[in-house]
């Protein structure tokens, strides 16, 4: 599970709102996907790779819980989310839903928007290459790791139903 | 060593002799409640291939978000949750004239000490109140709980907050919840269980319980818990839930916690979470005269009965200030009917207030929102840009109280000056 590409960083205290707007949460995906974190950098869905990594502060994806918000980041192709920290909900829907996501304490101060990235989500490293450090993040429960192999909880809970 | 209410109640749910924080656990929650949501994990469940349920009895549905329907797109929603539950025999269902899922179900007697709750709600947290473990998780994680009966949990590290009272003057609940989020930050109980204790909490009413449980979210915590007590206990029975249908859980008196946060009450003034964080607060004295455009009483936070007659006392005999709209959503429908029987609707009403239908109304977007530029002052539980309508608009987030003195004046106003 390795994904490599250009690193999109964004700040602390990210509310699920500023992820997908509250006014189109109820729109299409592919009509959401073009506004992904518009409020906060609207370059970042017209120009977003499928490999990138987004990085950002701490407690990201606070506020309401509504899983639109990982679904729609997954959408958009990127890679990984590595964060200082995630709140608790944003963490568990990603996991369920099949976006990688990693917690590294410190990888803000050690990154900066446009590094080229490589993410190995099963090792938990982040490798930036345009600086040459390599940051550990926390390491991911082996369950939680099956998850986001399958796909999110629902792939999994249909591939433990025909064991 | 002793053990927290989180350490407790999962090991009771997940049928473990005990835990500790930091373990991971299989969990059995007691109710899986999904609100406006439902129809979103009715069709992940089609997508699952899975027609079985493994007991309809821990399912609750209550369409509460977007209620009565305003498009053909969520009345189709709606028709798919009230089809669904008629042919799994879900009997816990609300339909769109209920009101607020979390206030619906505990004002019913759903929600017991003890139990388990996760919700696609992340103000879950809510059900503390009564003395039980509630947590919001994901439409899918809810679906395959649905099918599973159980999903992982980790299991909380817990955070002690020891208030002192009884409260000055002029101050709720809603003032204590704000200064405390306003000193530990928005992330200050990120994945913690935070236990209210002291003086101030024993014996307070459940609708203060709820709104200390509910803002405990905006903190990050996962689960909020207040003891069961002989108030909690009343509530309960006049619900019809008697002792022999729960089993209270308290945490132990040398239970080991993350930390000990104090507060007092007792010198406590009214506080203001300004824009577009709900740690950014102030105290009334810093933000008095902002002009308002609206203010909104409404929510799971505050828009229980107390909340509405104390916005009503400070009504009584005053009007709304010319040109500002106060809208009164009611928490659900026994809300409503209470404010009825008593006068407090007629007095919201005469004062100047346009009162909705119970639900969520404006808090999650439904109506009264606001165009580009405007200010309201609401006593929901969010101010974030975007939550109300524009994001050009802003939010003050404050008391049932301070929201009546604001409606009278036009302008941010301390109700000490009309009690």
Same mark, same amino acid.
């Given at each position: 599970m390795e994904v490599r590409g250009r690193c999109w960083k964004f700040g602390d205290n990210i509310p699920t709102d500023q992820i997908v707007r509250s006014d189109r949460a109820l729109a299409p995906m592919e009509e959401i996907v073009r506004h992904v974190l518009e409020t906060l950098n609207p370059a970042f869905a017209r120009e977003v790779k499928p490999g990138d990594i987004l990085v950002a502060g701490k407690h990201f994806g606070q506020s309401s819980g509504r899983a639109i918000a990982p679904k729609a980041l997954r959408a958009t192709g990127i890679g990984a989310v590595v964060v200082e920290y995630a709140a608790r909900l944003f963490y568990r829907n990603c996991f369920e839903i099949g976006l990688p996501l990693l917690e590294c304490p410190g990888i803000t101060a050690g990154v900066e928007d446009g590094d080229v990235l490589a993410v190995d989500i099963a090792a938990g490293t982040i490798r930036n290459e345009t600086r040459g450090r390599v940051f550990y993040a926390r390491p991911v429960d082996p369950f939680l790791r099956r998850m986001l192999q399958a796909g999110g909880i629902i792939p999994l809970a249909a591939e433990l139903a025909e064991e | 060593m002793g053990k927290t209410f989180a350490e407790k109640v999962l090991a009771r749910a997940a049928g473990v002799g005990e835990t500790t924080a930091g373990m991971v656990v299989d969990v059995y929650p007691d109710l899986v409640m999904s609100h406006a949501a439902s129809w979103r994990c009715i069709r992940t469940l089609e997508k699952l291939g +899975? &027609?079985?349920?493994? &007991? =309809? &009895?821990r399912i609750a549905m209550v369409m509460d978000h977007t209620a009565p329907a305003h498009s053909a797109k969520t009345a189709a929603d709606q028709k798919l949750c009230r089809e669904f539950a008629r042919a799994h025999g879900i009997r816990t269902f609300y339909d +769109?004239? *209920?009101?607020i899922a979390h206030v619906v179900l505990m004002e019913n007697g759903h929600i017991r000490p003890g139990m388990v709750i996760i919700g696609t709600d992340s103000h879950s947290t809510i059900y503390g109140a009564l003395g039980a473990a509630g947590t919001g998780v994901g439409f899918s994680e809810v679906t395959a709980t649905w099918v599973a009966g159980y999903l992982w949990m980790r299991v909380p590290e817990s955070i002690r907050i020891e208030i002192h009272g =009884?409260?000055?003057?002029? $101050? #709720?609940a809603k003032d204590v919840m704000l200064k405390l989020i306003g000193e530990m /930050?928005? &992330?200050? *109980? $990120?994945?913690a269980s935070v236990e209210f204790h002291g003086d101030y909490v024993a014996g307070l009413s459940v609708s203060e319980r709820m709104t200390l449980c509910n803002l405990a979210m905006e903190m990050g915590a996962k689960f909020a818990f207040v003891p069961p007590d002989d108030v909690t206990r009343a509530y309960l029975a006049e619900r019809g +839930? $008697? =002792?022999? /249908?729960y089993q209270e859980v308290q945490p132990d008196p040398d239970a080991v916690y993350a930390k000990t946060v104090a507060l007092d009450g007792t010198s406590l003034s009214p506080q203001v979470a300004c824009p577009h964080a709900v740690d950014n607060v102030q105290p009334i004295e810093a933000v008095a005269g902002t002009r308002v455009d609206q203010v909104f009483i409404g929510s799971c936070a505050n828009a229980k009965y107390e909340d509405l007659a104390e916005a009503a006392r400070i009504l009584r005999g005053h009007h709304v200030a010319p040109g500002v709209r106060l809208i009164v959503t009611p928490a659900s429908r026994g809300v409503l009917t209470r404010i009825v029987a008593d006068g407090i609707f007629s007095a919201l009403v005469e004062a100047g207030a346009l009162i909705t239908n119970p639900g969520c109304g404006a808090c999650a977007g439904d109506g009264g929102v606001m165009a580009d530029g405007e200010v309201t002052l609401s006593t929901a539980n969010r101010n974030f840009q975007?939550?109300?309508? #524009?994001?050009q608009a802003s939010i003050y987030l404050a008391s049932p109280a301070v929201a009546a003195a604001t409606a009278i004046r036009g302008a941010i106003a301390d109700p000490r000056e009309f009690l």
């Open positions: - | +899975v &027609d079985r349920l493994y &007991d =309809p &009895d +769109v004239e *209920a009101g =009884p409260l000055a003057w002029g $101050t #709720s /930050g928005a &992330d200050g *109980a $990120t994945y +839930v $008697t =002792p022999d /249908g975007g939550r109300m309508g #524009s994001y």
